[in-house]
DNA sequence: ATGACACATGACAAATATCGATCAGGCCAT
DNA sequence: ATGGCCTGATCGATATTTGTCATGTGTCAT
């Protein structure tokens, strides 16, 4: 009886395999999946056992999931995302309407994807127009009530009651090893370009500061400024996402660069049950995963 | 708390629902499952709660399952077509060989359609060649060692040892209603083509039981006879999965027809891991759900 | 009516999950 | 090395879940 019995895999164990991986490492899953971390543990010993194989290496410096982990974790996602959308087509109402959807470039490379996709399997009588564009320019929108709503990055302290969190992140200052940075003379920054967020904090810092960023590179991409500071062109503001191995975090002599947050704010009209439904079903992976998977 | 705990489907319920579906009822799900009826029916009671929706609508005359139900059932199947998918990925080892299969036309439609696809996707280094037959001939195919292996009907009675069933299956004399059967004279029967299994034993009949059947239509599938039957040419031998509503089952003045069974055979070809892992799969499905599913 | 049948329900027992505490091993900075 | 510090494993005590048995309720055919 055993035999069939224990082949069996079950939800909350997959969801603790996948979070394990998401959150790399077995006491964060915990914290996001609201158990103990022994639970956790516990979990994963059992899946392990009833299906008498290993999933977890358990070696340091090894990759965390055995090769079997790795295959299972595949199934887990698809299973898992079956799991949710149908959860969801449970509670779907025959929803009509029009979203109209601001999002950053970096964001479109998250779950976020996954779930304005799944959103149009649910929802087919709701319209979802998508602008990829950058904050600034998604803030503008959403004042001129352009967009119904948009994911932006903000200032941790800027976040405002009504917007919500999906992550947020820690900017840093970095430059290569090689690169020198002198106490004197201004600072050869690598910046986003114009309307670049994290720009505009960079060139107000001169005031308090008495820091002077020259500007000595301009780039629309994430990939352009990261090749720009490995090759030690100057310093630039990146978030952790974007740290590699050989860049070095500038601790000193510049003023402590701010905290952000992703966050989805709705523009000013009033009624949108199209939106509400969207924002709870973003809400709703949050709480379930305890935040966005940033790369998928 | 309740609020995540509570919105979380279970393989097991989702394996019970589906098991109600394939086998109609709530009791019979049960013994398939190895469970007792009230176990089953607990299962589906909390799932309907934690959806806090109702899923079957325990109305008689009406359809067993709500609208919600069938949609969840549909998510039901391909999750857990993932699950079992993901169990077998996890035991599959670098399979490769060939395997020559025979099938009935009958067959082709099941469940094994779906087995035999994802064996191939399992286990890409195998070659499955499938060819579908008469009984008789798969039966021939096998004896001269053209084929690794067929699923083939037999009489209940000479099932072997080293078969594996599939499933059993009771065949009936069926009429027209308005089709009257005299006591005398030969009965008009309606039947499969010359390699037909049935047909064997209907025509030996006359030795024993005295009754003279002559065949008045021939055809090779099941359709061609369910026609004429319900067109009241006469008698003919069908399984209860081709009686419908308008046939009528004789149970008086023929020999009561042989119970029928569906195997596996294997050929006599000594070592086939190939064939030894396909079967192996076709026997946990089996026992997993209680037997094939007949229509997919 | 009445028995057969299919399902629901409630009480209780067994299995199983979870938690908190504790322990063991690896990593890092002194 | 050594002591903090972090991560994961393990243990015993509870809490929860899940199954079974016994029984109740409705429908259907006789």
Redesign the pocket.
Known sequence: MTEL?SRRL?I??LRALWA?RHH???????EVL?????????????LETSLDCDL?S?K??AP?FTPAGEDLLDYAGRILGLHDEALLSLSKTSLAGRVALGLTEDTTCTDLARILGRFRRLHPNVSVRTKVRMSLILRAMLERGELDAAIIQVFAHEVRPTDLVLFREQLHWVKHPDFALSPEGPVPFLSFDDECFYRRWALDIGQDGGVVLETVFECASAAGIVAAVTSGLGVALLNGRHLQPEMEIITQGLPVPPALAYVVRRGRRVRNPALDTLVGEIESEISRYGGLALVS
Do not use: N
């Open positions: 019995t079950e909350d164990a394990i790399g490492g077995i006491t964060r899953a915990a609201g158990l103990s971390q022994s639970a956790v543990s516990h979990k994963i010993k059992r977890l358990r340091p410096g965390m």
